[in-house]
């Protein structure tokens, strides 16, 4: 995260006249890398303003990012955020599904203003949701943003 | 598409072998194979690619002619057996149900028959889980899914009394590429391929 911060971000505004808001920059991820985002999400809310969670693995640790959420939530609560959820329908290993409904009733209680989407793509699992999420994903977050 | 040339291709040197072998003249007829009217399989089985599913399944065959069958196979899939409670998560209940019907040909050796089947049908998915970490609130999850399920099977039966072994190999071909050609999605079709053994019971 110190080097998305700190190296690439700078570098991304100066050589590709990036917007340089919060509220313009998206991270996007897939099962520990939507692990991650939840992780930007929780933990540095102030560098992006949109966040798309693919399939994201939030069994990790004893399901610690929803901890971190509700540690965090009185200080993040307060910008605006666009959160996008993503999951398989069939991804059936007995992890994935109830943190990533836990983690859904979290921010749908807790963040009025929040644009959020959650979606489960019908019949497919944990590499086959990822293709169709990314699209959703996006659609979403350029109808939302 | 690569998948499908090659399911292609062995379908078809599956149809060849039997065109030449009903062309082979008949001089050790008495020692082949007997065609088995009818047969039910019960077996047990299980995912390799998870190792984590068990299956209880059956088959009926109906070998209409020596070279044409028609299946019925149905089957019940305990999921994540052996990883019920996991990082505070409770897996209430993970189960498959399977019912297909197919068509197939088979070719006879001297002690055994194959039978290479087209089946399609229905899958339906129920699971739930709770996670029940005590730092947070307790929430519970649901899916039921119905979903096709298409694919090819490949059965091998073993004795020529009216008890022998059965093996069968079931490879999906849903959700790729039916549903989708991503790539990715082969995953579903992975995470579905069956290995199973039983005894068969000759009834005709």
Known sequence: MQFIQEDLIPRMELEFAADTTRE???????????????????SFNQVFGNYLMLSPSLWYDNEIILIQEQDHRDVIKANHQLVYLGLGELEKSGRMLVPFQAFYQQLEANYPGIALERQLQPHLDHQGSKQPNIIEGLQFYFQNR | MKLIHTLTILLFLSVLSTANAQNAPVKSAKHSYPVQKLTIEPAIGFNPSSMSNVLASNIVQWNVQKRLSVISYTAYA????????????????NYSLMQKFGIGTSLYGKRASHTFSLMAG????????????????????????TSPDVG?????????????????MYLPIYPYPFKTTDFWSLDGNIGNITMEFGVGIRLK
Do not use: C, Q
Request: no cysteine; glycine share 6%; net charge positive.
């Open chain 2, 78 to 93: 305990y999921n994540n057996a052996f990883s019920r409670e996991f990082n505070h998560i409770t897996t209430e209940y």
């Open chain 1, 24 to 42: 313009s920059r998206v991270i996007i991820g897939h099962s520990f890398g939507g692990l991650f985002a939840a992780y930007a999400f929780t």
């Open chain 2, 122 to 145: 229905i899958k339906y998915d129920a699971f739930k889980e709770t996670l029940t970490n005590p730092e947070l609130e307790p929430v519970s999850a649901s899916i039921n899914s």
């Open chain 2, 152 to 168: 090819l099977m490949y059965n091998w039966k073993l004795g020529k009394g009216k008890f022998f072994f059965s093996y069968r």
